[in-house]
């Protein structure tokens, strides 16, 4: 008998450059969730479920966790629609840009989600504070691999 294993992992980078262009802050991490492998899956059946298409930020501290289905804590006014959806054989990767005033203050997590609100979030990642002061940019790429 043949077993195969199909891994489903991610990698998220998040730049904070300030407003003189300088880049202040680079971390890299992530978890794809319970709900963001069903959702993987039930696209392949059914195209009724709207694409992953916006990112959040958020400020909670609490630990990723495979079962979790929102942020912690989301800033409000940080759910912001990815500006590129790609892929290139097994990776998809998303992009967004946080602009200045938005997703203000101590920055500990972030997630991909469906919906500009609400919705099935497929990643979620916790990470050290990254202050984004109210004049910076925030970029977030993250790539999802299958294999």
Avoid: C
Avoid at 69 to 75: F, K, S
Avoid at 111 to 127: D, E, Q, R
């Amino acid at each position: 008998m043949i077993e195969e294993k199909l891994l489903v992992t991610g990698l998220v980078t998040l730049q904070i450059t300030g407003p003189d262009g300088v880049v202040k802050e680079q971390r890299q991490t992530n978890l794809v969730t319970t709900v963001g492998k069903n959702f993987i899956v039930a696209r392949m059946f059914d195209t009724s479920q709207t694409v992953m298409g916006y990112m959040a930020v958020g400020s909670n501290t609490t630990a990723a966790a495979v079962g979790d289905t929102t942020l912690g804590t989301e800033i409000s006014g940080s759910r912001t629609a990815v500006s590129s959806a790609t892929y290139t054989g097994a990776t998809g990767t998303y992009v967004a840009t946080l602009g200045a005033g938005v997703g203000t203050g101590a920055v500990t997590e972030a997630g991909i989600f469906n919906a500009s609100s609400a919705g099935t979030m497929l990643a979620h990642t916790v990470f050290a504070v990254v202050n984004k002061g109210a004049l910076d940019s925030m970029s977030i790429t993250w790539a999802i691999t299958i294999s």
